[in-house]
Structures are given as C-alpha cells and as structure tokens.
C-alpha cells in the first residue's frame, strides 16, 4: 500500500487490500464471527484439558503450583470477526494498538 496523503479520510482507506482485489466493505461486510466461534469454542476446551492435565500432574508429583501453572489459568487472547480490508483505517487507534497488538 502507497503512502497516506494528508488530509485523507482514515474512514474510507481499508487496513490491508483485499487479495480478491475487491473493494472494501465498510458497512454490510460478511462476517467471520460463526468461524471464530467455532475454531475459539474448540481451542478454549482442548487448551482447557490441557491445563486441567498439566495442574493435576504438577500438584500430584510436586504438592504445589508455580507461577507458570497460575499464568496458564489466567492466560486468554482476544479475537477478531472481520477482515482486514473490511475495516477502515481509522480504528488503529494508539488506544486500539495497545489493547490489541501489545
């Protein structure tokens, strides 16, 4: 992607080009929320196995939890449910870059 003119409208500029090469759809775009459910709700309950395997083994032989058994219970990620060229420019945000990417 070229660089951005001043003064350009962020809201109208996608985050990545399509590979389709398509236009952007900022407003009925399809969503990939049924996938990232799907795949989510699965890697949830095999990671939660497991961890459940993991402090039943390390309380069984050591009698104790460390700090990597308690990060792994508190460990989680946040998704996203749309494509890149469907999103405008205009939400990368400092607040959105550090919630998200940092």
């Known amino acids: 992607m070229e660089s951005i003119p001043p003064g350009a409208n ?6 990545a080009l399509n590979p389709n090469g398509g236009p952007p759809n900022f407003f009925d775009s399809p969503s990939l929320l049924p996938a990232v459910t799907g795949v989510g709700l699965t890697m949830i309950m095999t990671s939660g196995i497991f961890v459940i ?8 032989h ?29 939400v990368m945000t400092p607040s959105f870059i ?5």
């Open 62 to 90: 050591t009698s104790k939890m460390g700090l990597d058994d308690y990060l792994c219970l508190f460990a989680g990620r946040d998704g996203a449910i749309k494509h890149t060229w469907d999103v405008p420019l205009s």
């Open 98 to 102: 550090k919630v998200r990417i940092c």
């Open 53 to 60: 395997v993991r402090l039943f083994t390390n309380i069984k």
């Open 10 to 15: 962020l809201s109208s500029i996608p985050l």
